[in-house]
């Protein structure tokens, strides 16, 4: 019986009673498109309801210290005044938040007052103060007196280590442990009399099965039945005689009491555990008649909720919606047809009377004219409620938006969710989902003084977990007050939240005719020919379809709808040949200083940074100007720039400066002049987002915040960056639609490698012929010479003397395996050819090309093999061996692997023909693997098509059933691939509809980031790196270290600098951040319910080889994203810096004593290795010196790295970013290696500036004491064959399979006008690389001269295209001759000099 009963408190205590941590981004007030009602009668107590309401305070000096709280218990400690003779006993509470700190105090000052039999002392923690060393001492020391203790929530692993820590010790004195749900280490304290839960968690059994299937097959109403279990189970108990039952009984009836959360439910806890299980008040009660347990005051377990109804809840819509329309309303002066808001609400903030904050949203929604339905769940699946009280009795959805200010993803708590059953209840509720956030952790004060804004913990559990349901604008609503721990509503957040909610709903509601739209385009790096900048999308075609797809859904786009996309270019640009700042851009409207002023509250906020408006940026000295142009209700804008790309100064500024008056004009337009009803940023990426201010919650100071305001904002990303997407997410408030990026084909050979391949052909076939043979090897020889690969192979031979005749046929045969190998990869290296066009889906070639990519994947937790490890199996190879060897050069098994490849693509083009129409594109899947026709084939004696073009590919003996799965999951993708939801996910979006959740990532790797058009989220950031990630961490890091001792004579590197970013880890689920532990000897460890949040040391004897020391550089983006990941890293390194180890086996430690010795700190504090930006600013600003060309030297540039990267993440001190420049020099300064990564073939090193403004090859070298430049390589797991290769040989295969790559080339041009600015782009970036790590070779700038400036019919192309980008690449050619990266002959510089000229007049109209 007792086993059973342990089994349904699990379910109980682990699935349904997470009591929710709460958090939300900041508001702002907005004009309600309603009249404001007249206040009800009912509602005069309505702003003081006599409750007290937060403003935004401003930030106070200092902070604390670099905790995230500096409160502590004292202001929850109780004692009795006067016990007058009464037995005293005292008791210890742990929550995670404190809105039980009002009830508990409270409850105890009634006994106090009132008892007879008993007083109580009690002192209460938040969880968050045992992080520092003072708060757990005295936690320790209230522990060791206490009788007894009281946990809730305790689901943050490293202080539940502590939890554990301290009371552990004290479980067998204490009369009493009672820990609600927790992490299962603290729940097995549990302890009232013989009842305990100590193997809770740590066996299986059937019944523990069966209870989470129910729970997953039932959903909410598996949870609503545990709920009434739990109320009538103390009354079964009741009558069972056996003496556990009895102490059963109790733990139940204290935990309903304690759900109750009153403050006379608690005292009748607190009465019934004192009379019953403590020792002292057990004897003084001997011969006195006990007091009979009240029996505990619930609530409904599910409800409609209002502050001010005659009854406290409404168990049903129709007893509610009598009430409210009949009474309410019209005494409030509320339209019946008025907007609805659904709002989802915590039970244990109304049980404790702890609801100001939701009042306050209440009475300000109201107040505006809108109507509400607030509903709760006992517990924290909130599917059952939402589908019960969200619709009428016809089905029919009744709110307009929805907001959640639980903080909680809407089916489970912190420690158990169902995102699928969320997504498909939110989608038939089909309304926008907006998920609000309480501070849990933090003060205010503590809040708005903080860089980094909201605590990590919440930001994993109560913005990234909601982002996976869906949810949208985690604003900052309330907080908690620091004496009493009740919750108070911030007065501006809540208005900003009823505005944006209220504007969310006026979308469903407003006809599509009235609705106005704001496109927003970027223009990076600033110049007219960038105009319409975003990763890897047609920008301006897109457009054109975006507004088609308006105009069919009865849109007013004006003139538009019979523009072709270069009418909508020219109207915009008015002259493309412009510069930006010329008054030829066209100007949409001119905004006089003083209307500026009035409608930009923060303008003055700004001159410290610009001075005085207008300023010098978009701006013609009297006004600022809006560039862009109206279509009808369709508003075209450019975004400005920073503004601060051509100042050497502002680049080196630590922290990124503020807007400028022309940036915070152009919003104000949108918001305040044009009227937008909701602005769509228009691809990856633009300003906004990255504007200073908190890293996660903003506050109303926080510029994304300001400038974006009240207004819907709709964002299109690509979905291969869903990091940068979430936080445009989290800091911009927008929903994000996803677009595909192009599909990755074989880059393909030209030239002289396309020689080269046809050479060592005719060499195999005549590779014996002693007269044929040798020659052919000869011309192998020279041409590979010709095309630079002598800087790949270090051993190929030299031209003059080599002769294939003077040596054996093994040896010719390695020196051709080896050229070919080169060849290989060049070849079949991944690019994605030309740029995307929102809303049309990929030919059949096109899927082609993905899918071959996917499938040569392995995926063994869907147990598919790849096509590759199939087809060399049934030649009895393994395809690892085949890809060492290959690598190795060894002729034969590099032709094998061409051969396996072939056969692949082969095999995956006959699937997708089966589908594809006479357009050639694939319109309906067919299902090749239907039961009748597979019967019928197999009678036949029919294989499949997929697998008949791998016979004929050269492999007979492949084995079809081995295919099938594999086969069956390319069909399943194949209908993802061409499915498209871009265009009518904006038009959903638009229609204030719920727009799906899809994760973001490399479409290769995780198939479920397609269909496009979904609302993008990260991963939950607690579940990485994964064991997958970890074992593929360690083969890339033991490469790493086999090829560094092969060049060093056996040595090990003490030091390597990593830079980690955010997209690689959420792609490649954490395989960089487990490569960062695998060096140092680091495991990470998931804790009991399967978080990484710990870590341990490998031991020596294990590890096999020294600790290597590491510095990490993490991206702005990384931080925001990855705090808690940053949090484990430090504890790592530090671990390994503090292990009793000799130096020469643990060089960071070795390192670490060196350093704190030589500036006089701990070992400790001299580990510090993890570093990244300033809070709210992003990047080294290296990429952007070297796209705008302002920047003077080298020096320039590794200051700029050094000053804005050198803020440290301390876990001793997590709630801050502290500058420790000195530190990070330090760690630099030791560093022999570089080390990035590339995860997939869409972004590599020239296509963005990201990867090296963060490369800090020459920073180090600078700093070195012997001025050594460190070595520098990149990782490279785009492909199931990982390679770890020099950084420069990776910008050869780069340069060579784009830049120079006619196909490549080719792609882009056919986009036109944006194509030529890409090819431009890929230029820039490689002289990036020549600034800040020197690893380029001469021959890549003079290989593309020749391709772009000699060929006259090409430099005519790009000059026609666009000439500013064509200008562009001239200057950028010429700039890297005169900073010494490209040495050429006179007549190559004569050439630039004159094509300068001529791209100048062009522009300039002459």
Not at 406 to 424: C, M, N, R
Not at 1014 to 1036: F, K, W, Y
Not at 1380 to 1404: H, V
């Amino acid at each position: 019986f007792m086993k059973i009963l342990s089994l349904l408190a699990l379910p109980l205590l682990a699935h349904g009673f997470l009591k929710p941590i709460s958090l939300v981004p900041n508001a702002a007030k907005f004009t309600s498109p309603m009249s404001a009602p007249k206040v009800p009668k009912q509602m005069s107590i309505q702003n003081g309801w006599g409750l007290q309401v937060a403003t935004d305070p401003t930030a106070s000096e200092g902070g604390p210290m670099g905790a995230f709280t500096a409160t502590n218990a004292e202001s929850r400690r109780i004692v009795p005044d006067d016990a007058d003779g009464r037995p005293t006993y005292k008791i210890v509470y742990v929550v995670l938040e404190s809105q039980y700190q009002s009830s508990m105090t409270a409850a105890v000052k009634r006994i106090n007052a009132g008892s007879k039999n008993m007083a109580i002392e009690c002192v209460g923690y938040l969880l968050e103060e045992l992080r520092s060393a003072e708060g757990m001492a005295k936690f320790k020391e209230d522990v060791d007196d206490a009788n007894v203790f009281i946990g809730s929530l305790i689901f943050v692993q490293e202080l539940a280590e502590k939890v554990v820590e301290v009371v552990e010790p004290q479980r067998d004195r204490l009369d009493a442990v009672l820990v609600f749900p927790s992490m299962p280490e603290v729940m097995r304290m549990n302890k009232v009399g013989q009842f305990t839960m100590k193997n809770l968690g740590q066996s299986k059994s059937v019944m523990g099965d069966f209870m989470k299937k129910k729970k997953k097959d039932d959903g909410s109403s598996f949870e609503e039945g545990m709920l009434k279990l739990l109320r009538t189970l103390p009354k079964v108990l009741k009558f069972l005689p056996s003496d556990k039952a009895a102490d059963a009984r109790t733990f139940m009836m204290s935990f309903q009491y304690w759900l109750g959360g009153s403050p006379e439910n608690l005292e009748s806890m607190m009465l019934m555990l004192g009379q019953d299980y403590v020792e002292e008040v057990k004897k003084n009660m001997a011969g006195k008649d006990r007091v009979e347990a009240e029996d505990p005051v619930l609530l409904p377990d599910k409800a409609i909720w209002h502050p001010v109804a005659p009854d406290i809840v409404f168990e049903t819509p129709q007893s509610y919606f009598d009430w409210y329309n009949k009474d309410f309303c019209p005494d409030a002066g509320i339209s019946t047809d008025s907007p609805v808001i659904g709002i989802i609400l915590q039970k244990s903030h109304i049980n404790t009377k702890d609801d100001t904050h939701y009042v306050s949203l209440i009475s300000e929604l109201e107040s505006r004219g809108a109507r509400v339905v607030c509903i709760y769940s006992g517990g924290l699946d909130f599917s059952g409620p939402v589908e019960e009280y969200f619709y009428d009795a016809a089905g029919n959805t009744i709110v307009d938006s929805v907001i959640n200010l639980t903080g909680f993803a809407l089916v489970g708590g912190p420690a158990s969710q169902d995102h699928a059953k969320a997504v498909e209840v939110l989608q038939r509720l089909n309304r926008p989902y907006m998920c609000a956030v309480p501070l849990v952790f933090q003060s205010f004060e503590e809040w708005q003084s903080s860089e980094l804004g909201l605590h990590p913990i919440q930001v994993a559990l109560q913005v990234s977990l909601p982002e996976i349901d869906g949810a949208i604008e985690p604003i900052i609503y309330a907080g908690r007050e620091g004496n009493t721990g009740r919750s108070v509503p911030l007065a501006d957040r809540v208005s900003l939240l009823a505005d944006r909610a209220l504007k969310w709903s006026d979308l469903r509601i407003k006809k599509n005719a009235e609705k106005k739209l704001a496109i927003t385009i970027f223009s990076f790096p600033p110049d007219k020919g960038n105009v319409g900048t975003a990763a890897y999308l047609d920008v301006f075609n897109s457009i054109n379809a975006v507004m088609k797809e308006l105009k069919g859904k009865g849109y007013d786009i004006g003139e538009a709808a019979n523009m072709s996309t270069e009418d909508i270019i020219d109207s915009i640009l008015n002259d493309k040949e412009a510069r930006v700042n010329s008054p030829e851009l066209n100007v949409a409207y001119r905004m006089s200083v003083d209307e500026y002023q009035e409608l930009t509250p923060y303008a003055q906020d700004l001159e410290e940074n610009w001075g005085a408006p207008p300023g010098n940026l978009n701006s013609d000295g009297q006004n600022l100007l809006i560039y862009g142009k109206e279509f009808g209700n369709v508003f075209i804008g450019v975004q400005p720039s920073f503004g601060y790309e051509g100042d050497p100064m502002r680049l080196l500024f630590a922290k990124s400066a503020s807007p400028h008056h022309g940036f915070a004009a152009y919003y104000t337009y949108l918001e305040k002049i044009f009227g937008a009803n909701a602005v769509l940023h228009f691809g990856t990426h633009g300003s906004l987002e990255f504007m200073p201010g908190k890293q996660v919650g903003m506050s109303g100071t926080c510029y994304p915040d300001r400038l974006i305001h009240s207004l819907p904002n709709l964002y299109y990303y690509a979905a291969n960056n869903p990091s940068e997407a979430t936080i445009a997410k989290r800091r911009s408030y927008s929903a994000t639609i996803s677009y595909l990026t192009p599909p990755a084909e074989n880059a393909g050979l030209y030239k002289g490698l396309k020689e080269l391949k046809e050479l060592i052909s005719s060499y195999q076939g005549l590779r014996e012929n002693e007269g044929r043979g040798p020659a052919i090897l000869n011309s192998i020889v020279s041409t590979a010479w010709t095309c630079n690969l002598d800087k790949d192979i270090t051993d190929l031979p030299p031209t003059d003397t080599f002769d294939g005749k003077a040596i054996s046929f093994e040896e010719r045969d390695d020196i051709v395996g080896k050229v070919y190998q080169r060849i290989m990869e060049i070849e079949s290296r991944l690019l994605p050819c030309g740029l995307h066009t929102v809303g049309v889906p990929p030919t059949a070639e096109e899927s082609i090309a993905t899918l071959v990519n996917i499938a040569q994947l392995d995926r063994p937790e869907e147990k598919i093999e790849s096509i590759n490890r199939v087809i060399a199996s049934s030649v009895g190879k393994n395809i690892d061996d085949i890809y060492r060897e290959a690598n190795n050069g060894k002729l034969e098994f590099v032709e094998l692997n061409q051969q396996i490849t072939e056969a692949s693509r082969a095999a995956t083009r006959a699937l997708v023909m089966q589908s594809t129409d006479s357009d050639g594109r694939v319109k309906e899947v067919k299902n090749v693997f239907d039961e009748l026709g597979g019967m019928f084939g197999k009678m036949m004696g029919q294989s499949k098509p997929w697998t008949e073009a791998i016979k004929k590919a050269g492999f007979p003996d492949v084995e079809e059933e081995r295919l099938e799965p594999l086969f069956k999951y390319l069909e399943f993708c194949l209908k993802q691939i061409v499915a498209d939801n871009e265009l009518g996910a904006l038009t959903d979006a638009l229609d204030g509809k719920y727009i799906r959740p899809a994760p973001g990532g490399d479409p290769i790797r995780n198939p479920d980031v397609l269909p496009t058009g979904g609302n993008m989220h990260s991963l939950d950031p607690q579940s990485i790196p994964t064991t997958a990630a970890v074992e593929c961490a360690e083969r890339v890091c033991n490469k790493l270290l086999e090829r560094l001792q092969a060049d060093n004579d056996g040595a090990y590197p003490e030091s390597v600098a990593f830079t980690l970013w955010g997209t690689d880890n959420i792609k490649t689920y954490g395989e960089s951040l487990a490569q960062v532990l695998a060096l140092a000897g680091v495991r990470p460890v998931a804790d009991s319910i399967g978080r990484v949040n710990k870590v341990e040391l490998i031991p020596l004897e294990e590890l096999g080889r020294p600790r290597i020391d590491v510095v990490v550089s993490c991206s702005g983006v990384f931080r925001d994203l990855f705090i808690n990941q940053m949090n484990l890293l430090d504890r790592g390194i530090k671990l390994a810096a503090e292990a009793d180890e000799p130096d020469e086996m643990n060089f960071v430690r070795k390192h670490a004593k060196e350093q704190a010795k030589e500036m006089d700190v701990s070992v400790r504090e001299a580990a510090c290795r993890v570093f990244s930006n300033s809070a709210g600013s992003y990047s080294a600003n290296v990429g952007i010196a070297i796209e705008n060309g302002g920047w003077e030297s080298e020096e320039q540039l590794q200051n700029q790295f050094l000053e804005r990267k050198g803020f440290a993440f301390n876990a001793d001190k997590p709630g801050m970013m502290e500058q420790q420049a000195d530190m990070f020099k330090a760690a630099l300064k030791t560093v022999d290696v570089t080390f990035q990564n590339l995860d997939s073939s869409e972004i590599s090193l020239t296509d963005v500036s990201h990867y090296y403004d963060s490369d800090p090859t020459k920073v180090v070298q600078g700093l070195r004491d012997d001025k050594r430049k460190p070595m520098s390589f990149m990782a490279d797991t785009t492909t199931a064959n990982a390679q770890v290769r020099t950084l420069s040989e990776t910008v050869r295969l780069d340069a060579r399979t784009k830049l120079l790559n006619p196909k490549f080339i080719e792609g882009m041009l056919a986009t036109g006008y944006e194509g030529t600015r890409e090819i431009t782009k890929r230029l820039r970036n490689t002289l990036g690389w020549s600034a800040t790590a020197g690893e380029v070779d001469n021959f890549v700038y003079e290989d593309a001269n020749d391709t772009f400036i000699k060929d006259e019919e090409m430099q005519r192309r790009l000059l026609e295209t666009n000439p500013n980008a064509f200008r562009d690449m001239v200057t950028t050619f010429l700039e890297a001759n005169g900073r010494g990266y490209w040495d050429t002959d006179e007549d190559n510089i004569e050439k630039l000099q004159e094509l300068y000229q001529e791209a100048e007049d062009r522009i300039e109209g002459v």
